[in-house]
């Protein structure tokens, strides 16, 4: 049996997928058990939108092309990264993409390696199933932290069932032509993707376990 403590700890970001359907069943029970996830006063901000199939790969063809035509995407409505980004967390993002990279043999130089890496993301690297998280543009800060907490209950629950997410914020990028897609109301922001499936085992990226921080460059305990 699965703990808590394992899922975790074995959740990984997992970016290749098996050609594998999900049952709706499955997908249905994990998104029900997620809505136990906290919000402040119980307001369960959190809005997802679930595809797959045909219009999943209508989708896929739809963002692919908005990519060809604006490869810098289509105007951000949120910065995913402060500019400028400071340390540690700009060696941090360095080393993540240098790490997941390097699983692929993909060298710091070969940028066209890189954008078609990246570009795989628009395909939720060959998931059966993309989920998209929405809420209402009137929310500040704490409900994107409830929404935030949604999604690590979705991602955990998976795991449990045997299945893998990536959480994906570069559909961002597209957030005009995933909104029209979805009927997103005007109302409604684009936070994140995030595909689901089962885990290609022997994909090399799937190889990558990312490090963390050691406690005390985190925690500060007093009175202990
Ligand atoms: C909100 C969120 C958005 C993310 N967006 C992307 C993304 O667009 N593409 C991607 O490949 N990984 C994305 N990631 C995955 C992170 O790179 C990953 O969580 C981090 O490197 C830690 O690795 P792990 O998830 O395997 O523990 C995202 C993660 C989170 C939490």
């Known amino acids: 049996m699965t703990t808590v403590t394992d899922a975790v700890r074995k959740r990984r970001s997992v970016r290749a ?48 092309a908005s990519l060809q035509e604006n490869p810098m995407g289509e105007g951000a409505e949120y910065d995913v990264y402060p500019p400028n980004l400071w340390e540690p ?25 890189r954008l078609i890496q990246f570009s795989r993301n628009f395909e939720f690297f060959g998931a059966p199933v993309g989920l998209f998280f929405s809420l209402d543009r009137g929310f500040d800060r704490g409900q994107w932290a409830h929404l935030g907490m949604f999604m690590q209950s979705v991602m955990l629950l998976a795991h449990e069932r045997g299945l893998a997410t990536c959480p994906q914020e570069a559909w961002s990028a597209v957030h005009k032509t995933v909104g029209t897609f979805l009927n997103l109301p005007e109302n409604h922001l684009l ?13 090399p990226i799937n190889s990558l376990v ?15």
Request: neutral net charge.
């Open 17 to 64: 997928f098996l050609d594998k359907p999900v049952p709706l069943e499955t997908l249905q029970d994990i998104l029900t058990t997620a809505g136990r996830s906290p919000s402040g006063a119980n307001l369960q901000p959190w809005q997802v939108h679930v595809v797959t199939g045909a219009p999943l790969a209508e989708l896929v063809q739809k963002a692919k």
């Open 89 to 113: 967390y700009r060696s941090r993002r360095f080393k993540c993409g240098e790490d997941m990279y390097a699983t692929i043999g993909i060298t710091r130089d070969n940028k066209f390696g």
């Open 210 to 224: 990312t490090d963390r921080a050691p406690l005390a460059d985190y925690v500060h305990f007093k009175g202990f």
């Open 191 to 203: 936070y994140c993707g995030m595909a689901l499936g089962y885990a290609d085992p022997d994909a």
